[in-house]
């Protein structure tokens, strides 16, 4: 049976100790046999582990036999580049991959505390490691919880759990049985667990579980333990990888067969399929890639969005599917009074959120208010302000609001400034005689005060707990006898829309009041003033940024440990479910048994508002989302969205989160809005369109050598180029310009398309086709030039030169090309990439130099051409220019056709 459903007396016994606490000899013994109260670290691999992982990939397989073929032909020179690549590369996967594998350390900061325990009769501090399940705890304002506790008895305590929770209001503590095994960890309000931080009042708990056993413990060890998804760009340059690898390899093998079967000699045939084989690879892939994954880190991060693992930079651009937190995410994770019943039925709504005195109240019909309704409101914010323990001051140097105390009553003495009172000024009025303190039990709140030589009284708290004291309630035109059916009513109206409700009312008090600690039965008969609906409000930007993403294709869940009508009025201002079937609770999907099992799995596709739910079905929920093919996005804040946010492919952390959540995500929000999530979206989009553009570009020319050299073997032709001028092609146009592609600035309606399919990789219809068509037209001019020159009398060495030349115009003109698979060359503003021109005219001058040089020229062949033939050469060159344009426009007249976009 779970220590919640026990009485306080059983506990005691079951764990064999006592309220005098357990003997030191009692307590080693049991430190012996459970251990310290830290928690479980997953193991982190050592860094030549972690170095190696960089290595386990096709891409670089092939890579370093291409380099170790080059060191066995002779050509050093390409084979370092080739290394520098795969070493580079590997560094900078290292370093991620160390940060990112220290996950769930930031857990144990949360036990780094002292505790009061209670230990053979006698109080003492101790580290909180030290603790062991049986151990007496003492509980104060301010202190953290050290161990999860069972509560033996409280005076007015309330401990905010939100980081586990998910609950946006501190939770009043009781030492109650209760008697549902089953009650959510929200729900258990006589434990306190093992994080939380206590805000008002004072405890004493027995320690029933400490460690890995403690609630964030078992959290710590499903983050340590839990399988990451693989980022999207990951999966999909596996993928490809494996697809370039097998086509350029089959490729090479086909025309080295070929080559020999005409009689080439076997070590020239050997030297031709490497040559073809290094220059085809796109070596220059992985540096260029992390080129443009870091450019958009860069932007990001001026967009309020940090990156902590490169390869989940586009994660939020290919995502299907966000899961978002709450409290704190969606919400602003502030109390705020945002509207006010009287008993007569007038409706006011209060603007402003949160803790700040900023906002006005108004008739929930429209108007200003008339001096009558102002008058029954500063009423009733009077009372509230009176029946207060918070704080709330206004700097007006800085202009920022410094509070303490409760969050609703925070909250209510923001509602005062809004009314234009002074909170200070009207408590220094009265004199305090006394007051009944909030507890759980009680659900209400009193407090007394002498004011023109008589006793008053201000009470606040549930309505169904204050309502039994009225006889009266105020109206606008006067006291009359109290309907407590009606108030009931409004105040299940309100709750129902998910406000949280207090009941305010005053009264005069008998002269047989106790003074200053009057008991519950001296609370004299009120006049109820009104209610009070609470709730945490949206961020101002939330709805907005929710319809940008589904817009975008994203689909948007909630999924939050608050209550189901809550959840559901924020989901509904939001626009992400108007229908109580919508909202699944934990209890509900607990029901439904196995998470692996159709009718779960089914339940989750159907749902959009997650209530209620612990920190394990909050990975139930994403693991059936992955199930079902989304590319999962999770967001939050709390320790409990850590597991959560490892499992998903993108993990989203809030900036004022835990350090928790941010280390077991991939992706942090700094400023905490939404709205950055979408502006996380277009960069993510951006950042993957510029690896299909670099892909494109190194893919294409690839193939354009390999199908020249095919088309010379068919037409029984002397070799093109020579492999190391293909080595020289290949470093000039892939190693200079598609650097500087990855620079590329993002086009427009990057949000106007929906998600890539799960599916779909790389290679896309789209990508197929521009490669197709750019690399057989490149290799179909080179080939006729190459034809037209040999036949045209020119010696063999003059032809490679002017091809050479050719090849790498092309490759320079192709670039441009390359910088939209949409867009004309025309439409895209230089101003969009500056670098790309410099990269380009880079290229183009470094082979002139190297056609000037004599060492140069005995290592590639290539001797200086006249401005005639280069003139010829860039001529020519623009056939494929021409061509890409054509392909474009014939691309976006099928696609109108067909009302879809081009990709």
Known sequence: ???????????????????????????????????????????????????????????????????????????????????????????????????????????????????????????????????????????????????????????????????????????????????????????????????????????????????????????????????????????????????????????????????????????????LAVALAVSAIPEGLPVAMTVALSVATSRMARRNVIVRRLTAVEGLGSCTYIASDKTGTLTVNQQTVRLLQLPGGERFTVTGEGYAGQGEVLPEEGGALSAAEAAHLQMLVRAAVLCNEAGLTHDPASGEWQHHGDAMDVALLALAFKLGMDPHEVRRRVITEGEIPFESERRYAAQFYRENGEIEAAVKGAVEAVLPFCDTMLTAGGPRALDAEAIAGQAQDLAEKGFRVLAVATGRAGQGVELPAPAAHQVPRLTLLGLVGFIDPLRPEAREAVERCRRAGIEVAMVTGDHPATALAIARELGIADWSKEVVTGAELEELGDPQGAAFCEKIRSARVFARVTPLQKLYIVNALIQAGHFVAVTGDGVNDAPALRRAHIGVAMGSGTDVAKDAASIIVVDDNFASIEA????????????????????????????????????????????????????????????????????????????????????????????????????????????????????????????????????????????????????????????????????????????????????????????????????????????????????????????????
């Open 1 to 271: 049976m779970p220590w919640h459903a026990l009485a306080g007396g059983e506990v005691l016994a079951r764990l064999g100790s006592s309220l005098a606490g357990l003997g030191e000899e009692e307590v080693a013994a049991r430190q012996e046999r459970y251990g310290r109260n830290v928690l479980p670290a997953g193991h982190v691999p050592s860094l030549p582990v972690v170095i190696l992982h960089q290595f386990l990939s096709p891409l670089i397989y092939v890579l370093v036999a291409a380099a170790a073929l080059s060191v066995a032909i002779g050509d050093d020179k390409d084979a370092l580049f080739i290394l520098g690549v795969v070493l580079l590369n590997a560094a900078i996967g290292a370093f991620q991959e160390w940060k990112a594998e220290t996950s769930a350390a930031a857990l144990q900061s949360l036990l780094k505390t002292r505790a009061t325990v209670r230990r053979a009769g006698v109080e003492k501090d101790v580290d909180a490691e030290e603790l062991v399940p049986g151990d007496i705890v003492l509980l104060e304002s301010g202190q953290r919880v050290p161990a999860d506790l069972r509560l033996l008895s409280v005076n007015n305590l309330g401990v905010d759990e939100s980081f586990l929770t998910g609950e946006s209001l501190a939770q009043a503590k009781n030492a109650e049985v209760l008697p549902d095994e089953q009650a959510p960890v929200a729900d258990r309000s006589n434990m306190a667990f093992a994080g939380g931080t206590v805000l008002t009042g004072r405890g004493v708990g027995i320690v029933v579980a400490t460690g890995p056993d403690s609630e964030v413990g078992r959290i710590a060890r499903s983050v340590s333990e839990a399988e990451a998804a693989k980022p999207p760009l990951v999966l999909r340059m596996e993928k490809f990888s494996r697809q370039v690898s097998l086509v350029v390899l089959g490729a090479s093998a086909m025309l080295a067969v070929v080559a020999f079967s005409r009689g080439m000699a076997a070590a020239e045939v050997f030297f």
């Open 680 to 903: 996380g979206v277009e960069e993510g989009r951006f950042a993957y369109d510029n690896v299909r553009k670099v892909t494109y570009l190194l893919i294409s020319t690839g193939l354009a050598e390999v199908v020249l050299f095919a088309l010379a073997l068919l037409f029984s032709l002397p070799i093109p180029l020579v492999a190391v001028q293909l080595l020289w092609l290949n470093l000039v146009t892939n190693g200079i310009q598609d650097v500087a592609l990855a620079f590329e600035g993002g086009e427009p309606g990057a949000l106007e398309r929906p998600p890539r399919k799960p599916q779909e990789g790389i290679f896309n219809r789209l990508m197929i086709n521009q490669v197709a068509v750019s690399g057989l037209t490149m290799a179909g001019v080179a080939f006729l030039a190459w034809f037209w020159l040999l036949h045209s009398g020119w010696e063999e060495a003059q032809a490679r030169n002017l091809l050479l030349l050719l090849m790498v115009l092309m490759e320079n003109v192709h670039v441009f090309n390359c910088r939209s698979e949409r867009e004309s060359v025309f439409d895209v503003p230089i101003s969009r990439n500056y670098l790309l021109v410099g990269g380009v005219l880079a290229a183009q001058g470094v082979h002139q130099l190297a056609s000037y040089l004599p060492v140069m020229q005995r290592v590639l062949g290539v001797a200086p051409v006249s401005l005639a033939e280069w003139g010829t050469m860039a001529f020519m060159a623009l056939a494929v220019l021409l061509v890409m344009e054509l392909f474009k426009v014939l691309m976006a007249r099928r696609s109108e056709q067909a009302g879809q976009p081009p990709a």
